[in-house]
């Protein structure tokens, strides 16, 4: 069965510094790959998406995730984190059978100090 | 605003009575979904519809039952609230993409 394990269930990281969020996926066939943002009290927000083509994906507000198949992970990197990027992470992975559903790991909470 | 609209926001229920959530979008995606969201389970799926007169079983469908109503409207009901369905319920539509604003929804 598909899955997606999130290592981190916390992270805390300084402003200004660098950010990995780990992501890693269970699947048989090449999967679709999402990150979605989630601020308190609020829906999930699409980061970006992996289909096919260039592993290296650019999203929104300065996020970035690299697909590598041979360690079936979909991380997420932004270069200098700013204190509005403190929210819950969610990786997930979509997967066609009789329509297309999305799996979701249990989330990563990011804390930001200044 | 284009997008997905859930009502209502917030729901108190006391256990065994029921209610329906209301999901729209107005992007005119042939898919929908409900989840619910639990503290350090992610998102599950409930219940998903891929089509307009289509719906299909999630991971957790047990006590939930929705109706696809027209490819606008998908809405998922409680027959009879237990305290474990306190949650906060998401609807999405398309693979999703989008996502509503969530139901908190307290069963006591």
């Known amino acids: 069965a598909q899955s997606v394990t999130q290592p981190d269930i916390h992270i805390t990281v300084s402003e200004g510094a660098s950010l990995e969020l780990r992501c890693n996926y269970s699947?048989?066939?090449?999967?679709?790959l999402f990150w979605y943002v989630q601020s308190p009290g609020q829906g999930l927000q699409l980061l970006l998406k992996y289909f096919s083509g260039d592993t290296l994906v650019q999203g929104i507000k300065g996020f970035e995730a690299e697909f590598k198949r041979s360690q079936s992970s979909f991380n997420l990197r932004k270069p200098s984190v700013h204190w509005s990027d403190a929210a819950e992470y969610f990786c997930?992975?979509?997967?066609?059978?009789?329509?297309?559903?999305?799996?979701f790991g249990a989330g990563t909470r990011l804390f930001v100090k200044a | 605003n284009a997008g997905v609209t859930q009502t209502p926001k917030f729901q108190v229920l006391k256990t065994g009575q029921s209610m329906t959530l209301q999901c729209a979008q107005d992007?005119?995606?042939?898919?929908m979904y409900w989840y619910r969201q639990d503290p350090g389970m992610g998102l599950r799926l409930i219940y998903y519809s891929a089509s307009e007169g289509t719906t299909d079983k999630g991971e957790v469908p047990n006590g939930y039952n929705v109706s696809r109503l027209n490819k606008r409207e998908f809405s998922l009901r409680l027959e009879s609230a237990a305290p474990s369905q306190t949650s906060v319920y998401f609807c999405?539509?398309?693979?999703?993409?989008?996502f509503g604003q969530g139901t908190r929804l307290t069963v006591v």
């Open positions: 992007m005119n995606h042939n898919s």
């Open positions: 997930a992975v979509g997967e066609i059978s009789g329509g297309f559903k999305t799996i």
């Open positions: 699947y048989g066939a090449t999967p679709y």
């Open positions: 999405a539509s398309r693979p999703g993409w989008f």
